[in-house]
């Protein structure tokens, strides 16, 4: 998971908190994604960047925003974090050359 | 959307024994990738896929990307405790084209 960083790696909120996850690369690659993950459910895709000021939704755009700060950063936002929102996040930069996806170490977001 | 099936979704096998699974679509893909995701991390690139008819191998894993462009599938031969995990199937059009993912092949060897 080298070059791909999450922060924060786990988060507890209370319904209707927001908060922001933030995803820095240092592979300077300029496709970035955010996806969730549910068990038994893979890897959905929520939004995703293919370029510096571009963002488009994923299978699963509701309840998030998202903001491509620049070339290295890719934030989540929950404006107003709901239960069916617990789940992993994971940051992925996608290599244009290769078509392959290298992730971050996921971050825990629990909402009661 | 696009759809990716993943079979079987779980897996009991000894340790020792070769293991199989497989990912259909009904849309063709450019590349197919295979990904493990072991407890509390992220998934890890296994084996890429470029071309249909392709058969890649590394170490003791084999992938092939179908002749069809709509199916690939991954072995494991001699299995051991630390294949352990979730076998994810992943596939794109190229280039920077989304990728869509299986829904996961939960491996458990029994020692």
């Known amino acids: 998971n080298a070059g791909v960083t999450q922060t924060p790696k786990f988060q507890v909120l209370k319904t209707g908190q927001s908060m922001t996850l933030q995803c820095a690369q240092d592979?300077?690659?300029?496709?970035m994604y955010w996806y969730r993950q549910d068990p038994g459910m893979g890897l959905r895709l929520i939004y995703y960047s293919a370029s510096e000021g571009t963002t488009d939704k994923g299978e699963v755009p509701n309840g998030y925003n998202v903001s491509r700060l620049n070339k290295r950063e890719f934030s989540l936002r929950l404006e107003s974090a709901a239960p069916s929102q617990t789940s992993v996040y994971f940051c992925?930069?996608?290599?244009?050359?290769?078509?392959?996806?290298?992730f971050g170490e996921g971050s825990r977001l629990t909402v009661l | 959307g696009q759809q990716l099936n993943q079979s079987p979704q779980s897996m009991f096998i000894q340790e020792g024994e070769d293991v199989s699974m497989n990912c259909t679509s009904s849309?063709?893909?450019?590349?197919w990738l295979w990904y493990k995701q072991d407890p509390g991390e992220g998934p890890v690139l296994l084996i890429a896929?470029?071309?249909?008819?392709e058969l890649t191998s590394n170490g003791r894993l084999t992938a092939q990307f179908g002749i069809t462009r709509k199916d690939s599938f991954l072995n494991i031969s001699a299995s051991i405790p630390s294949d352990v995990g979730i076998y994810f199937c992943?596939?794109?059009?190229?280039?920077?084209?989304?990728?869509?993912f299986g829904t996961g092949t939960k491996l458990q060897v029994i020692p």
């Open positions: 896929l470029y071309k249909a008819g």
């Open positions: 992925a930069i996608h290599s244009g050359s290769t078509g392959e996806l290298f």
């Open positions: 592979m300077n690659h300029n496709s």
């Open positions: 849309s063709i893909f450019n590349t």
């Open positions: 992943a596939a794109g059009g190229g280039g920077y084209q989304k990728v869509t």
